[in-house]
């Protein structure tokens, strides 16, 4: 399959947007990604709500592994919290339902009443989210699906087994749903009981590295992969893979920020904190590679922009980048992770009226609704880096930028300045190569996970950005945007 001291692995990486299929050569000094095929991911408005087109994903799967070739083990990571019930015949109950349907408004308070905010971080250590799989299970309960559902699945996991028939729930996704402990790495099912939620829904947990099972013979017929081809479970968060990529150094102090369609920002911590202060200021603490918590915030990210191109019929971003380095610098800015900006829709319209509400001039242009969406995230990461450095009381140096953002040099540069220290922008490919590393530890090539991060700190291009300009701009643009943030919604 591969050269001498080499091995190939494929790593199915599913994003909000887009899917593909990667594979990856790792040997002791090797490591080189290739994209085998990439598939869109185009969710579905159905009557009922918003719902992903899983039998499409499933099927670009397949094309991607038939496009791959021969490997030695496979691994797949996607988007966290949705999930697919299955009946007991292991048919499965419907599409599954998008995590931007409108299901779950009004379901918090509902949970709340029962189990008091406080509490519920306590329990978990999760930030809330409207889309929470928690917050989901309690919208759905008594609804003829969830009433004939015998499992679980959430969404790698049931591609996983799809492929295998083997059922499982990996642990870094999990972590993700509200229902685990953050610290002691299992359910939570006194939580679970409180809110009505049958956890036996769930298949038992894996870690990973784990095995997750083999490829079905009918699935080994459809791609033409010979066997036997285990399937491996890895960080199937996306999130959980992109960190375990990100290639910082043994002594390094860093800060990390996952960027493409949300944007990630925190640190990699041994516990979680579970403070009223870091609840207060939405942290989450979910569960990562070999033991460790991703300590983060989830901030709207380069939706706003794919949106606004959406709505402007444009697929082209590169036009938009140089239009956008031409306008004044922070001239218009919003809340980024304001919760008006979640759902689809014209969301030129809806920047353009949080900048009027906010007393200030409104942009109009792409090239000025651009430029406000780089400036916005930039403040965004900015605030989220500092405030998980005062809540984990931890300095840090450097922060690594993974993801598809780490190919906007704009975006790039912004956030070096707007923190005020470097960014070492890179790998793109972040979540693909930690998914096909951990792959790798589990089939015998030797490393641990900072071993992993120097190996492709050593093979993949990397750029690094010194902060620029005027620190104080930036502390006025942070201010509005917290002024912006007390303004009734």
Not at 260 to 288: C, I, K, Y
Not at 442 to 452: I, K, N, S
């Amino acid at each position: 399959m591969s050269a001498a001291g080499t091995k190939t692995f494929a790593a199915v990486d599913l994003g909000a947007s887009s899917g593909r299929v990667m594979t990856g050569r790792v040997g002791p000094d090797t490591l080189h990604l290739t994209e085998a095929h990439r598939f869109p991911n185009r969710p579905v408005h159905l009557p009922e709500g918003l719902r992903w087109d899983i039998l499409g994903l499933y099927g670009g799967v397949l094309d991607g592994l038939r496009a791959a070739g021969p490997v030695d083990s496979l691994g797949i990571d996607s988007w966290a919290v949705d999930y697919g019930l299955l009946a007991a015949d292991g048919s499965l109950l419907g599409n599954p339902v998008h995590y931007r349907d409108r299901r779950t408004e009004g379901v918090a308070e509902q949970v709340w009443a029962t189990v008091p905010p406080d509490d519920l971080y306590r329990a978990t250590g999760i930030q809330y989210a409207p889309f929470n799989t928690l917050y989901q299970l309690v919208a759905a309960q008594e609804t003829p699906q969830l009433t004939a559902a015998r499992s679980l699945l959430l969404i790698p996991d049931l591609i996983a087994y799809w492929l295998t028939g083997e059922q499982g729930t990996e642990l870094t996704n999990a972590s993700t749903t509200q229902l685990i402990d953050a610290r002691t790495g299992d359910w939570n099912r006194a939580l679970a009981d409180r809110l009505g939620i049958d956890l036996a829904l769930f298949a038992p947990l894996r870690r990973p590295g784990d095995p997750a099972g083999t490829l079905l013979p009918a699935v080994q017929e459809r791609t033409g992969l010979p066997g036997p081809v285990p399937v491996t479970a890895v960080g199937s968060h996306d999130t959980a893979s992109a960190v375990a990529a990100v290639p910082a150094g043994r002594r390094e102090r860093f800060a990390y920020l996952c960027t493409g369609t949300w944007s990630l920002a925190g640190l990699e911590l041994d516990a979680p904190v579970t403070t009223g202060a870091s609840r207060a200021a939405n942290f989450t603490n979910e569960l990562g590679i070999d033991g460790t918590v991703r300590f983060l915030r989830n901030i709207m990210g380069l939706w706003l922009l794919q949106e606004c191109m959406r709505t402007w019929e444009l697929t082209d971003v590169t036009p938009l980048l140089a239009d956008a380095a031409r306008m004044p610098a922070l001239r218009y800015v919003v809340d980024a992770a304001a919760p008006g900006f979640l759902a689809p829709g014209d969301m030129p319209g809806r920047i353009a009226a949080a900048c009027r509400a906010t007393g200030g001039p409104a942009p109009r242009s792409p090239g000025e609704i651009t430029r406000c969406v780089l400036d916005s995230l930039a403040l965004a990461h900015r605030r989220a880096i500092r405030e998980a450095q005062r809540l984990a009381d931890r300095e840090v140096d450097v922060v690594h930028l993974v993801g598809g953002g780490a190919r906007n040099t704009l975006l790039c540069q912004l956030t070096a300045d707007a923190c005020g220290v470097p960014v070492v922008a890179g790998p793109a490919e972040a979540a693909a190569l930690g998914n096909v590393l951990v792959q790798a530890r589990a089939h015998g090539l030797p490393g641990d996970l900072a071993a992993t991060r120097e190996l492709i700190a050593r093979t993949q291009p990397l750029t690094r950005y010194e902060p620029s300009g005027d620190p104080t701009v930036w502390e006025a643009a942070a201010r509005r945007t917290e002024d912006a943030r007390r303004l009734p919604a």
